[in-house]
């Protein structure tokens, strides 16, 4: 099997796991977080096994669906589930914001420098943007889950937030190609 498709299903099997066994459990919460979470931590063990090393969001994530799933499970509770995305956006929208106190440059080019040659103002601002994403993103999630059902709440996990994410990252690219260092 070739890596970018190894990639692929240890990205997003999990997600597809929990989406099948949710609708084929009769859209039950508890049903399909277990199956979930193993998947998850799965991922991470093949990946790490692959790549001899485990990329720092899968590894947030990966211990974030445990931890809330483990605590949905056990306090037989949704509402942590639900606020996992809204928690992760926060932290990483905090996560840039303080990484300027700790470093001189901005810390999504620490994450990202490898892969993508930016100026120093492209940095700035492609930070800035991503901060107040994360801050809409954490905004939005809490609305769905405080307004609608559960069922609708899933599927726009999946079928809305990581489209809105796609298409935010697909407007970064005239901000990068004008700061890019070629």
Known sequence: MNRPLLKFITDFGPLLIFFIIYYKGDKNLTLAIPPFIIA????????????????????????????FGGLTIYFDNPIFLYMKPTIINILFGLGLIFGKFFSKEPLLKKFLGSSIKLENEGWEKLSIRWILFFFFLAILNEFVWRTQSEEFWVNFKVWGLLPITFIFTAFQIKLINKYKII
Do not use: D, H, N, S
């Open 40 to 67: 998850t931590l799965l991922a991470l063990i093949i990946a790490y096994i692959i790549e001899k090393k485990i990329a720092f969001i899968p590894l947030i994530g990966g211990i974030l669906i445990t931890f």
